[in-house]
């Protein structure tokens, strides 16, 4: 069954995930990235903020990067990259996807927002050491699991390794955050890098 998808993201932002899934899901799909975006009128259309990502698929208009993913895999009868709903692999699915973006991207975002985003007068330098404490906490968790599993749910890929592993290889790169203490989310890493069709931004 085809499928009208248009996508819109930017670069290697969270729009990456649904870029990923669509890739791995072998559907065809219009990308849009442009300068500008961000903030546009004609993206608020189709996010109430104007950010990224935003999809409509078949005439459905969807945000949050997550949502678009989980949404996309199971429209495709079949699909390989995520477990039924109602089933235990699902489950863990929604565990690390809700554990990735609470205990440790919610906080890599607060700093970037604090380092970077945010106008002089709004950034509170302060809270960025206790951010890296909390996103520490986080990691520790996740090298714990890789240590015991190639991936996330069970010993296969899925969509899981690629919302979470974006968020982890941002930890890495963006977040300034050292792996020294993390070989084995190191080691996973570099098995979703080795991926055909990973859209994970190169290490720094």
Same mark, same amino acid.
């Given at each position: 069954m085809q499928h009208a998808i248009r996508l819109y993201g930017v670069g290697g932002t969270r729009s990456a995930r649904c870029r990923w899934v669509l890739y791995e899901l072998g559907l065809d799909f219009e990308y849009i990235d442009r300068d500008g975006l961000i903030g546009s009128d004609e993206l608020r259309t189709f996010h109430p903020q104007a950010k990224s990502p935003a999809a409509v698929i078949d005439g459905l208009v969807l945000f949050e990067s997550s949502a678009i993913c989980n949404y996309l895999c199971d429209m495709v009868a079949d699909n390989k990259l995520l477990a039924p709903s109602g089933t235990p692999a699902r489950g863990r699915h929604e565990q690390w996807v *809700?554990?990735?973006? *609470? !205990?440790? !991207?919610? /906080?890599? /975002?607060s700093n970037f927002k604090h380092r970077t985003l945010y106008p002089e007068k709004r950034r509170v330098p302060a809270v960025i050491e206790q951010n890296y404490k909390e996103i520490h906490a986080g990691l520790s968790v996740l090298e714990k699991t890789c240590t015991e599993s190639d991936y996330l749910v069970g010993d296969e890929f899925s969509a899981t390794d690629i919302i979470v592993g974006w968020t982890v290889n941002w930890a890495r790169n963006g977040g300034k955050v050292s792996f020294d203490e993390f070989p084995s989310l190191s080691a996973y890493l570099g098995r979703l890098f080795a991926r055909e069709h990973c859209t994970l931004s190169p290490p720094d």
């Open positions: *809700s554990f990735a973006q *609470s !205990e440790i !991207e919610g /906080w890599l /975002w």
